[in-house]
Nanobody, 117 residues
């Protein structure tokens, strides 16, 4: 099993910034990729960004140019820098981990991001 612990959410005004962190516990699994999804009230969970073990990154169109994903391999941690935040970015942000040899992804408990206009 892998446990993911997220932090860094909060309340910010439009145009502001936040930095989310997601730390994965040590396990027998090798990480294939880590990333973030988000879920706004009344909406389906949607993909935000991911980073592979080789450093390849992917972003949803809605966040390109505003969000930046990075990782610290030694800490098994992935970060999401959220800049130029908009009210529509308000959601619970969930970290996930995709591991080689695991049939299911692992998920964090979520961290709330609220952007006021």
């Amino acid at each position: 099993q892998v446990q993911l612990v997220e932090s860094g959410g909060g309340l910010v005004q439009a145009g502001g910034s936040l930095r989310l962190s997601c730390a994965a516990s040590r396990s027998r699994f090798t990480i294939r990729s880590m990333g973030w999804y988000r879920q706004a009230p009344g909406k389906q969970r949607e993909f935000v960004s991911s980073i592979t073990s080789r450093g390849g990154t992917t972003y949803a169109d809605s966040v390109k140019g505003r969000f930046t994903i990075s990782r610290a391999d030694a800490k098994n941690t992935v970060y999401l820098q959220l800049d130029s935040l908009k009210p529509e970015d308000t959601a619970v942000y969930y970290c996930y981990l995709d591991a080689f040899g695991s049939t299911n992804d692992f998920w964090g408990q979520g961290t709330q991001v609220t952007v006021s206009s």
